[in-house]
DNA sequence: TTAGTATATGAACAGTTATTCATATATTGA
DNA sequence: TCAATATATGAATAACTGTTCATATACTAA
């Protein structure tokens, strides 16, 4: 491989590409939050909490699996910004962290022709 | 765990989160998608494209890697509907799939505060 | 058809990740 | 303080996934 019928404007393209190419840290971070997102277990999770807030009790009832599971899976997807927890009492109540969230998910859901 | 001192609200979200669940195959697609854009490897390629389409050999040239990797990497995307291909003469030249991508990929980055 | 170029792909290995199990931490009420 | 409840977590294993290597396919030009 070589070059191509488009060689010139592929190749300014390309030039441009990495020139404007994210910093490998935006990259991972980037990456990790799509990750956390990318599971069906913790997708399962999301479409859970559009309902509203949650405490890991119901999470589990909504969604199945085991408790430890499930608190694994909050733990990714709080770390990674996509749920926020706060204490109330003995429990800890999660929720979507903001209205990107959604987005992203309805955004993905239309582009698929899902219907949720 | 038993119950929280909000039984009744999580209990009826719960439930509904039930009721509202998407149906599997729909979870397995939204995952399938997302875990295509999550590997930093792939998520180069969508930032490349943004500049333009191009054809296998700019990737390569804009994202580094081998032709091969980048090849498998491309396939995934295309399976799930990231970027699209088209053949032109001896090259398949690759562009996002539609604005879906680029305004999830932005949505993303705002979420995280990370300049693309 | 043959040679050359561009791209794709199967198999194997290495690295990653989700779940389970056992246990730890944190809060509440007595 | 102690017991009970809710949640979190470390370690281990099993399943999954990205890359590499070798090779196959597809198109072009001669």
């Known amino acids: 491989m070589a070059s191509c019928d488009h ?3 592929h190749h300014l393209a390309a030039k441009a590409a990495r020139e404007n190419m994210p910093d490998e840290e935006a990259i991972l971070r ?3 939050a ?7 277990s ?3 999770i999301l479409f859970a909490l559009r309902q509203g ?12 699996g085991t408790q430890s599971a499930v608190s694994h899976q909050l ?3 709080r770390d ?3 749920i926020k927890a706060r204490r109330d009492g003995q429990n800890i109540v999660y929720s979507l962290a903001d209205e990107h969230v959604v987005a992203v998910l309805e955004l993905a859901c239309t582009h698929l022709n899902c219907k949720i």
């Open 42 to 44: 913790r997708l399962k």
């Open 53 to 64: 807030e949650m405490c890991v009790f119901h999470i589990v009832e909504a969604v199945g």
């Open 80 to 82: 990674n910004r996509v």
């Open 75 to 77: 733990r990714i997807l």
């Open 7 to 9: 060689e010139t404007e």
């Open 34 to 40: 799509f990750k956390a997102i990318s599971e069906p």
């Open 30 to 32: 980037v990456s990790a």
